[in-house]
Structure formats: structure tokens, C-alpha cells
């Protein structure tokens, strides 16, 4: 499986959307801040995820959560509006 996910820093509320294979090895990576553009943001928290049969499906999906804001909007609302 592969996998579609949102995490949260819990420094400063901010997101990050990703895709990877690995859901606990991934998250485990950025909280020890291997990921560059995020790693001074560490603790994350997961909060989403959305599982997918292949890597191409994947990526698919997070290219339109990230470049499609009303995309994102609208996944955020599920997420965060409860």
C-alpha cells in the first residue's frame, strides 16, 4: 500500500502534506528532521491518512491536495472541523 498523509507540527501548527510507502518510518523521519524544508519544525503529529493501491495513485493525489487549494480546503475542513 502507499499512502497519502498530513502531519502537524506541534511547534507551530503548521502542515505538511506527503505520499510514501512507509507511513511509521516516514513519520518517524521528520520527527528526527531528516526532511530539509520542514526539519526546523519538529515535533509532527499524524492526523490524516489516505491509503492507495499503487505509488502513482499516490502521488496523484497529493500533487492535487497540494497545487488545488480548494482541494485541500475541503480536506482540511474533515480534518480539522469537528
Known amino acids: ?13 503548521t502542515t505538511y502534506i ?5 507511513l511509521e518510518k516516514r513519520l518517524k523521519d ?11 519544525k519538529v515535533p509532527f503529529e499524524l492526523v490524516y491518512f489516505e491509503a492507495y493501491r499503487n505509488r502513482t495513485q499516490a502521488r496523484k493525489r497529493e500533487i492535487r491536495l497540494k497545487k488545488n487549494s480548494s482541494e485541500k480546503e475541503k480536506l482540511y475542513k474533515r480534518i480539522f472541523d469537528k
Open 18 to 22: 506527503g505520499s510514501t510507502e512507509n
Open 1 to 13: 500500500m502507499f499512502y497519502v498523509y498530513v502531519i502537524i507540527s506541534l511547534k507551530d501548527k
Open 30 to 40: 521528520h520527527n528526527q528532521g531528516k526532511t530539509k524544508s520542514i526539519k526546523h
